[in-house]
């Protein structure tokens, strides 16, 4: 396996371009290696229970790495995505029960009448692993959006505890009150039955005007989402706009805010709203000014680096780094950036092996796996 650049971190500075020295982070001393390469802005992935890892790459492929390595011709019958702006093929998550139904869940931008929208399918791997099966939409976050193909959301993770589906999806960009808006699919974590219906349990079941599905909302452009193994909370990070980052903890009915208030700023520079704080609006446990721009989050739970046993990692692509987080129950105790500069990072996975794993948002992607290095 072919060693990378390994930035060797001592009081936050990198090593010299080619260096394979370890990295020494806080808590843990390790190697990143290149496991996969060869992908076209890799989005997201979940692995297998033979632990081979499933990939999406954002033009609309998907493809199987194996345990070596070694990456999949593209499956066949994967839907098809409206791959312009920022939209695309984003995330894959497995069911549950995926072992025995082999039942997985894809997000993407996809073009229909009136727009642009985050549509939800669920679809079967074949026996063989070479093409999707049974494909279908069970959701789209409506309404479409006829102008702009930014802010899709679309991170998909499964309850623990109560199986349920939580869906992100993002509030479009150009029209950002949509967040606020209850009728409207936008800027919200969604919580549904495998069947793309609301779950049983949402706040609002049976209210005129209020979409169901939903479970929180005010949010701009949330592209990680992780429960906490420790509490059992829904952890998120969110894109702010010039400044203004942030990771909540989701809970049930809640409004985030956004835009009605925010840390951050337009991109030029003016106001969108001088308010950091308002009543009924739970506030973020994290905010980064200037932003890391967060995608995918993961906690870690394994054994590999026990040191880092309980942070959340975050893949950052603006100012690129890789950020850990230390946590106690639900706050963040502590911060470290770990490989700045190294590659645009969209995923962060936890491997069977404990191993970590992340998905770089590149041309020439690849999959890079952090490995102990003592």
């Known amino acids: 396996m072919r060693i990378l650049l390994a930035a060797l971190l001592v009081a936050g500075c990198a090593a010299p371009a080619g260096s394979v020295e370890p990295v020494r982070s806080e808590r843990a001393t390790f190697r990143v290696t290149t496991f996969a390469e060869g992908l076209e802005r890799p989005w997201g992935g979940a692995f297998l229970p033979d632990g081979r890892l499933l990939v999406t790459e954002r033009p609309g492929r998907m493809r199987l790495i194996g345990r070596d390595g070694t990456v999949s011709a593209p499956l066949a019958r994967v839907p098809a995505v409206e791959a312009r702006g920022q939209g695309g093929l984003l995330d894959v998550a497995l069911a549950p029960d995926f072992a025995t139904t082999r039942e997985l869940y894809l997000c993407y931008a996809q ?47 499964f309850g623990p505890t109560d199986g349920k589906l939580y869906l992100s999806t993002g509030e479009r960009f150009n029209h950002k009150e949509r967040a606020q808006n209850l009728g409207d699919l936008a800027g919200k974590i969604l919580r549904l039955e495998r069947d793309g219906s609301p779950a049983e349990g949402n706040p609002w079941p049976n209210r005129p005007g209020v979409r169901p599905e939903i479970w929180s909302y005010g949010h701009r452009n949330p592209q990680g989402l992780a429960f906490n193994p420790w509490t059992g909370s829904l952890w998120e990070a969110e894109f702010g706009p010039l400044g203004g980052d942030e990771v909540n903890v989701i809970q049930r009915g809640q409004n985030y805010g956004w835009p009605v208030v925010t ?14 704080q308002a009543p009924g609006v739970v506030d973020p446990i994290k905010v980064w000014t200037p932003v890391i721009s967060p995608s995918g ?36 105790t502590g911060e470290e950036r770990l490989l700045p500069g190294l590659a645009r990072f969209r995923q962060v996975i936890q491997g069977p092996d404990g191993l970590l794993y992340i998905l770089t948002d590149e041309g020439r992607g690849r999959v890079l796996r952090l490995e102990p290095a003592e």
């Not at 929208?117 to 093409?131: H, K, N, Q, V």
């Not at 840390?263 to 950091?276: A, H, K, L, P, Q």
């Not at 870690?300 to 950052?316: K, M, N, V």
């Open 111 to 157: 073009r229909v009448e009136g727009g642009a929208l985050t549509r939800l399918t669920r679809a079967r791997l074949s026996p063989d692993g070479t093409a999707l099966e049974q494909a279908r939409p069970i959701l789209d976050a409506t309404p479409a959006q006829p102008d702009g193909r930014n802010h899709f959301g679309c991170r998909i993770v």
């Open 297 to 332: 989050i993961a906690f870690y739970t394994g054994d590999a680096f026990p040191g880092w046993r309980g942070s959340l990692f975050l893949a950052g692509l603006n100012r690129p780094v890789l950020v850990r987080l230390a946590t106690e129950d639900d706050r963040v």
């Open 263 to 276: 840390f951050g700023r337009n991109y030029d520079g003016s106001v969108i709203s001088e308010r950091t």
